[in-house]
């Protein structure tokens, strides 16, 4: 299928008809022993969910725990697989592409953050957001110079030699969004990025997720319990009986 990134009707992301379930056995909420059935009992997270995203929008994904929130965004980045329905990546079926388009997509076109910042600790903060240009093939040298403009923007621009174990965690999460940013990805799909911060490195984190979408006008997807983040989003959505809701 060929890709038309300017048709201004054609979202960023399209899904429709999202289904995904999870063996109850293996259900990591629940506490207590596991159910004692000869039978394998599935939890249906999605249940037919449709959800457009625009090019440059940002929107939070709220709502209570286990709703299945972290479940879409793994889906839409295709860190997992739905059981039925489709996700389309301007216009392509993402779940068609062999490996190397689908390590392609993960690398260039989304950026991912994590709650827990997963840098690599030995390498210094430059050497880790080097790390998704050299994938792409970029010499060391412009991945170097990608990877240190990044930084720069994120204030990072006296840190650039230390060791992850060096930095504070409000810096390691600006290191992680700068690995996430380095590439100039469409999209960026943020799983509670600040839930580990203290509230002042979570505001500054807010700030510059706004700023940094303004710049480069990537998507935003943001997974959070911090409605202060939420606030920040032009739309919010959750995720009621396995499908997508207007919040508020
Ligand atoms: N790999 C898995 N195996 C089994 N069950 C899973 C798996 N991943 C998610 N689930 C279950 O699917 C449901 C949705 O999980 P998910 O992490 O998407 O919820 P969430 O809304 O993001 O929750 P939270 O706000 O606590 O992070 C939960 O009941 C969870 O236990």
């Known amino acids: 299928m060929k890709t038309d990134n300017k048709k201004p009707n054609v979202p960023l992301i399209n899904v429709r008809g999202l289904c995904k379930s999870f063996s109850a056995i293996e ?25 457009d995203l625009d090019e440059g929008e940002t929107v939070a994904i709220v709502g209570a725990s286990g709703i299945g929130k972290s479940t879409l965004l793994h889906i839409i980045g295709t860190l997992d697989r739905p059981d039925s329905g489709t996700v389309l990546f301007r216009n392509e079926n993402v779940f068609l592409f062999n490996n190397s388009q689908l390590a392609k997509f993960r690398n260039e076109s989304v950026g991912f953050v994590f709650q827990f910042h997963h840098l690599l600790p030995e390498f210094s903060a430059l050497e880790n957001a080097m790390i998704p240009g050299m994938i792409k093939g970029l010499s060391k040298q412009h991945a170097g110079e990608a990877a240190k403009e990044i930084l720069i923007r994120v204030g990072l621009k006296n840190r650039l030699f230390h060791r992850v174990g060096e930095l504070s965690g409000g810096e390691q999460q600006r290191v992680a969004l700068a690995r996430a940013l380095v590439l100039k990805p469409a999209i960026l799909l943020a799983d509670e990025p600040t839930g580990n911060l203290d509230k002042k490195n979570s505001e500054q984190v807010h ?18 319990h911090n409605m202060e983040l939420a606030a920040y989003m032009s739309r919010r959505v959750t995720i009621a009986d396995g499908e997508l809701r207007i919040e508020n």
Not at 34 to 51: E, H, Y
């Open 27 to 51: 259900d990591r909420h629940k506490t207590g022993p596991a159910p004692q059935s000869s039978g394998d009992p599935r939890i249906d997270v999605l249940k037919n969910l449709d959800f």
């Open 207 to 224: 700030e510059l997720f706004l700023e940094l979408n303004q710049e480069y006008h990537m998507t935003m997807v943001v997974v959070t």
